[in-house]
């Protein structure tokens, strides 16, 4: 079946750090990929998406290119900033499935 | 635009009582309805979701329903709430194809 795996966490980083945090996937097509963000108490947003391989999703910054090759879309941003801080959900929808398929989620807290 | 709102944000209930959460949807027709449930410090699971009225699937057995008698509204329910339905509940709307889902601001059940 299809399924998601994201980095575990929590992730410290300092403030203007790197940041990478990496997902691959299993799907038996050829699906979608999103990243979604969900900071403390709220719902989740649609970061960006990415509908076929080599596509590179960007928004506020972060970026995720879908590669196909290594079955990967891993999210990253030059420079974090505190207000980063949220839990960070990799996702996939099979073509034509009504679903989407869920990572475990990566807490990320930026320390100023 | 389209606007997906749920409530109660928050909700404290005794073992054993019922339970009715809504979702509604503006701005759209015919929209794919999602229920999640998170648990703390987990990831997403999906609970049911709904390509059309009265069309209702199941994804995991337990304690809860859903209901969609309106095109645009979700109703997730209970009889007998259980210490274990304690939870962050997170409805989600989608279009059809490789659209990516959008979620409400979730409600925060706690079972006492």
């Known amino acids: 079946g299809n399924s998601v795996t994201q980095m575990e966490g929590p992730v410290t980083l300092s403030e203007e750090a790197f940041l990478t945090i990496n997902c691959t996937y299993t799907?038996?097509?050829?699906?979608?990929l999103f990243w979604y963000v969900q900071y403390p108490g709220e719902g989740l947003q649609l970061l960006l998406k990415a509908t076929k391989a080599d596509d590179k999703g960007s928004n506020k910054g972060f970026e995720a290119t879908y590669r196909k090759e290594t079955t990967s879309f891993h999210l990253e941003k030059g420079s974090v900033q505190v207000s980063d801080s949220a839990v960070y959900f990799c996702a996939l929808s099979e073509q034509g499935a009504q679903k989407l398929v869920f990572g475990q989620g990566t807490r990320l807290t930026i320390n100023p | 635009s389209q606007t997906i709102h749920q409530w109660p944000a928050t909700l404290v209930q005794p073992v054993g009582s019922p339970l009715s959460l809504e979702c509604t949807v503006e701005g759209t027709s015919n929209p794919n309805l999602y229920w999640y449930r998170q648990a703390a410090g987990r990831g997403l699971q999906l609970l049911f979701y709904?390509?059309?009225?009265?069309?209702i699937s199941s994804e995991v057995p337990q304690n809860l329903s859903a209901s969609r008698p309106q095109d645009r509204q979700f109703i997730l329910s209970s009889k007998k709430l259980l210490l274990s339905d304690s939870g962050f509940y997170l409805c989600a709307w989608s279009g059809t194809g490789y659209q990516p889902q959008h979620f409400g601001d979730g409600t925060r059940l706690s079972i006492l």
């Open positions: 709904s390509v059309g009225i009265g069309q």
């Open positions: 799907a038996t097509g050829y699906p979608s």
